[in-house]
């Protein structure tokens, strides 16, 4: 081995060390190869998308969002409680040809997968509603049990003040970041990594009908609709954990 090797070697277990002993993991995240960002691109693109989906994208930020999960097209892919489908419209087609999508609204009743066969468990703004039936530790439960060991767990959800204590039930519909960690952490999952691709400054997070007030709910109705219209969708939290190897 050279000097250089050595080195590199040496430098590598350092910063490895210094990961862990911040209390930050060491972890290969996987990361979207060019071939699937190609083929997402053009379905995002295409002209035959349902026109409301398709207007949501600035908010959503598809293929930011899938790209900082590492979706790749041969993965094993479970989309956890896809509700009106709007990731299922390009997650499927995506995942068809050499991979696997699952959209499962599985309860405490199902199971939706064998245990250890999922590459990547997604669920997108549903903490709440599984805190308000008292049903999350069994969702996460099972999400865990339904991953490869190494597998990964892509969380977003409508981000609490981080100085506002938490509703348990969370009826406004949004959940502090650090309590949906815990909440996550306490199935086994490992914590790898947060994005801030979802955030939005603008919401004030204080509306008397809780985020369903914003787009696209509206549930007030005509009531300051250009005001809640110039906000925009929710401000959101997009998390990455993985089920650890052993």
Same mark, same amino acid.
């Given at each position: 081995?050279?000097?250089?090797?050595?080195?590199?070697? %040496?430098?590598?277990?350092?910063?490895?060390?210094?990961?862990?002993?911040?209390?930050?993991?060491?972890?290969?995240?996987?990361?979207?190869?060019?071939?699937?960002?190609?083929?997402?691109?053009?379905?995002?693109?295409?002209?035959?998308?349902?026109?409301?989906?398709?207007?949501?994208?600035?908010?959503?930020?598809?293929?930011?969002?899938?790209? /900082?999960?590492?979706?790749?097209?041969?993965? *094993?892919?479970?989309?956890?409680?896809?509700?009106?489908?709007?990731?299922?419209?390009?997650?499927?087609?995506?995942?068809?040809? *050499?991979?696997?999508?699952?959209?499962?609204?599985?309860?405490? *009743?199902?199971?939706? =997968?064998?245990?250890?066969?999922?590459?990547? %468990?997604?669920?997108?703004?549903?903490?709440?509603?599984?805190?308000?039936?008292?049903? =999350?530790?069994?969702?996460?439960?099972?999400?865990?049990?339904?991953?490869?060991?190494?597998?990964?767990?892509?969380?977003?959800?409508?981000?609490?003040?981080?100085?506002?204590?938490?509703?348990?039930?969370? =009826?406004?519909?949004?959940?502090?970041?650090?309590?949906?960690?815990?909440?996550?952490? +306490?199935?086994?999952?490992?914590?790898?990594?947060?994005?801030?691709?979802?955030?939005?400054?603008?919401?004030?997070?204080?509306?008397?009908?809780?985020?369903?007030?914003?787009?696209?709910?509206? =549930?007030?109705?005509?009531?300051?609709?250009?005001?809640?219209?110039?906000?925009?969708?929710?401000?959101?939290?997009? +998390?990455? /954990?993985?089920?650890? +190897?052993?």
């Amino acid at each position: 081995m050279t000097t250089l090797s050595r080195r590199r070697l %040496v430098g590598a277990f350092a910063t490895a060390g210094t990961l862990a002993f911040r209390g930050l993991p060491a972890f290969a995240q996987s990361t979207m190869d060019p071939a699937t960002e190609a083929k997402l691109r053009t379905l995002l693109a295409n002209p035959r998308r349902n026109p409301e989906n398709a207007a949501r994208d600035p908010y959503r930020h598809p293929l930011e969002t899938l790209k /900082f999960f590492g979706l790749r097209q041969d993965m *094993k892919v479970l989309e956890v409680w896809p509700a009106g489908g709007w990731w299922t419209e390009f997650l499927r087609p995506l995942l068809q040809e *050499k991979g696997y999508y699952g959209g499962s609204g599985f309860s405490t *009743k199902e199971i939706p =997968v064998r245990p250890d066969t999922m590459d990547l %468990v997604l669920t997108f703004r549903n903490i709440h509603n599984w805190m308000g039936d008292n049903s =999350v530790r069994y969702m996460f439960d099972t999400m865990y049990a339904s991953l490869k060991p190494g597998g990964y767990l892509g969380v977003e959800e409508h981000r609490a003040p981080a100085n506002v204590p938490q509703d348990p039930r969370a =009826v406004s519909g949004y959940v502090r970041e650090d309590y949906a960690i815990s909440l996550i952490e +306490l199935s086994g999952f490992k914590f790898l990594a947060k994005s801030e691709i979802n955030a939005n400054p603008k919401d004030t997070k204080d509306y008397p009908q809780g985020v369903w007030t914003l787009p696209p709910s509206y =549930v007030e109705g005509a009531k300051d609709r250009d005001k809640y219209a110039a906000i925009g969708e929710s401000d959101r939290f997009t +998390l990455l /954990f993985q089920k650890p +190897l052993s």
